[in-house]
């Protein structure tokens, strides 16, 4: 049985200020309008997506750390992303459903993700850590964090969950390579790496 997400009081001044200089005026309006979620969520969720550390955004937002948690937690509730509340998979699955409007554009070409990399971004967008992805995958620790660090550059992202956004802003999830989608054969299939 589905429990109701918890409702928390509303924070004090304009919720969405943190991001008018960082978002485009359509996605900004589109954000403030979502229906889904609560707008503390949204906002929170969308400045981890633009690379903040948690830390930043609990300051930004004037919060302390453990009601950014549980909002981030009441969020993954809703939404109910592969990687429960691992931030990237939250991310992810905000712009999959929909619960965030999709970034804008990005105009430069996609960069070309080596199959490492792409193991890397999936793993992201499922919620499973690094370390888990050496195990399950038998590769080792260097080889894995350097398909990560390359990953991050080739996206220009900040952080993990920065690095998803990037790839929807990209449109790169739309030729996966097979390798790492389970059951999946051939060289490129046109699928999402959650499906």
């Not at 919620?127 to 620790?141: A, E, F, I």
């Amino acid at each position: 049985m589905s429990q109701d997400p918890p409702e928390f009081p509303p924070l004090c001044g304009d919720l969405f200020l943190p991001l008018v200089d960082r978002l485009d005026d359509d996605e900004l309006g589109q954000l403030r309008a979502a229906p889904i979620l609560p707008p503390e969520q949204r906002v929170a969720i969308t400045m981890l997506a633009l690379g903040d550390s948690q830390h930043h955004v609990a300051l930004d937002l004037d919060l302390g750390r453990p009601r950014l948690q549980e909002l981030l937690r009441s969020a993954a509730r809703r939404l109910r992303p592969p990687g429960g509340n691992a931030v990237p998979a939250l991310v992810n699955a905000a712009y999959k459903y929909e619960v965030l409007p999709a970034p804008a554009p990005e105009k430069a070409k996609a960069p070309e993700l080596k199959s490492a990399e792409w193991e890397v971004l999936h793993a992201h967008t499922i919620g499973l850590s690094l370390r888990s992805l050496q195990h399950s995958r038998g590769r080792r620790r260097h080889e894995v964090g350097t398909a990560h660090q390359y990953l991050l550059a080739k996206l220009r992202a900040h952080t993990t969950a920065h690095a998803v956004r990037r790839a929807w802003e990209f449109g790169i999830f739309g030729c996966v390579p097979h390798s790492i989608v389970p059951g999946a054969s051939g060289s490129v299939a046109r699928r999402m790496p959650w499906d």
